[in-house]
């Protein structure tokens, strides 16, 4: 195999992103099994626990969801009594969502995921700080360049 090969698969982005984003997801598995999350949960209780009330359109933008992925996740979460879902009172096509008490409470349970996950994921804060600025970087541009591929 040529080194230069543009078509190595041990070359693409792609497949390294796959490939950590798959792992990553593994290491948060069994840290937020005793809270009774699943990653797409724990997302959108990070989201109320910086700011709630807020609508469901704010939370499915801010995590990058389209509104039909995020109503599932916010449904089992109120299932579970985290939070409630209302129609706003200025605009009843806004769905509001609010932290109850127990969505409150978990996040105290929940201050010590990131330091278990770094500690799991055995790489020192400042790379995977690094890390996180170089993909936000990618994200930013990605999010805000309209469709550049032909169809």
């Known amino acids: 195999m040529d080194v230069a090969d543009p078509l190595a698969l041990d070359r693409?982005?792609?497949?390294?992103?796959a490939v950590t984003n798959r792992a990553v997801l593994g290491v948060y598995r069994p840290v937020l099994e005793p809270l009774g999350l699943t990653h797409p949960q724990y997302l959108v209780?990070?989201?109320l626990w910086e700011r709630s009330p807020r609508s469901a359109g704010d939370i499915a933008r801010t995590l990058c969801l389209d509104p039909a992925?995020?109503?599932?996740?916010?449904?089992?979460?109120?299932?579970?009594g985290l939070l409630t879902r209302r129609r706003s009172e200025d605009d009843e096509r806004r769905l509001v969502v609010e932290l109850t008490a127990a969505g409150h409470?978990?996040?105290?349970?929940a201050e010590g995921v990131p330091a278990r996950v770094i500690d799991a994921l055995?790489?020192?804060?400042?790379?995977l700080e690094r890390l996180h600025a170089a993909l936000s970087?990618?994200?930013r541009h990605v999010n805000s360049v309209p469709e550049r591929i032909d169809q």
Do not use: H, W, Y
């Open 69 to 80: 992925s995020a109503t599932p996740l916010l449904k089992r979460l109120e299932t579970r």
């Open 137 to 139: 970087v990618i994200n």
């Open 122 to 127: 055995g790489v020192d804060v400042e790379d």
């Open 45 to 47: 209780m990070l989201a």
């Open 105 to 109: 409470d978990l996040r105290a349970e």
């Open 12 to 17: 693409q982005v792609c497949f390294a992103l």
